[in-house]
């Protein structure tokens, strides 16, 4: 079955500094990675998603993402952080046609000036 | 653009009721979801399906049905509303399972 962790619940970072997140996905096969993000009363936006390719994906707002399989990993990174990257993050899995999309718990990024 | 509207953005029901959620999205998606938002649980599925009159459980399904009649329309069902049940539910779309997901702008239901 598809599973996802989200080890950090809370992170604070300065604007300016770079951002990694976190999440490790267990799924038999290859997987289909996604990064959502939910600002506050917004609903959620996809940042960038891998199912193929090359193990770096870029996506929207400056982020990036790479995917290890080796650790089974998903990090999404950001080289600078601004203030309005504050918001809820979830890392979701999803498999084949047919089947369902599962989401992390989520992390909280808090920024600060 | 996608649109997935869900009918109602606040409702608040009694222990015991049955509670219907309503789901229409306007893009001709195949999958459908619904999903309920917890703090510090995120997103947990409930059901979805992947075509009409398909449905297939999630990990949480327990006290919820579904019911997808026609394409379009995907519908959350409690039988008989719990107080745990009050939650954020969030429902979606997707054309595939690789391709994005679309999300409502979600029901705070209030069981009470």
């Known amino acids: 079955a598809q599973s996802v962790t989200q080890p950090d619940i809370h992170i604070t970072v300065s604007e300016g500094a770079s951002l990694e997140l976190r999440c490790n996905y267990s799924?038999?096969?290859?997987?289909?990675l996604f990064w959502y993000v939910q600002s506050p009363g917004q609903g959620l936006q996809l940042l960038l998603k891998?199912?193929?390719?090359?193990?770096l994906v870029q996506g929207i707002k400056g982020f990036e993402a790479e995917f290890k399989r080796s650790q089974s990993s998903f990090n999404l990174r950001k080289p600078s952080v601004h203030w309005s990257d504050a918001a809820e993050y979830f890392c979701?899995?999803?498999?084949?046609?047919?089947?369902?999309?599962?989401f992390g718990p989520g992390t909280s990024l808090s920024v600060i000036p | 653009d996608v649109k997935v509207t869900q009918s109602s953005r606040y409702l608040v029901k009694r222990t015991g009721e049955k509670v219907f959620l309503e789901c229409v999205q306007d893009m001709d998606h195949e999958n459908m979801f619904w999903y309920r938002q917890d703090p510090g649980l995120g997103l947990r599925l409930i059901y979805f399906s992947y075509d009409v009159k398909m449905k297939e459980k999630g990990d949480i399904p327990e006290g919820y049905s579904v019911s997808r009649e026609k394409k379009e329309r995907f519908s959350l069902i409690l039988e008989s509303a719990s107080t745990n049940q009050t939650s954020m539910y969030l429902c979606?779309?997707?054309?595939?399972?690789?391709?994005?997901?679309?999300f409502g702008s979600g029901t705070q239901l209030s069981v009470l």
């Open positions: 891998y199912f193929s390719g090359d193990t």
């Open positions: 979606a779309s997707s054309l595939t399972t690789d391709e994005k997901l679309f």
């Open positions: 979701a899995v999803g498999a084949a046609s047919y089947d369902k999309v599962i």
């Open positions: 799924y038999g096969a290859t997987p289909y």
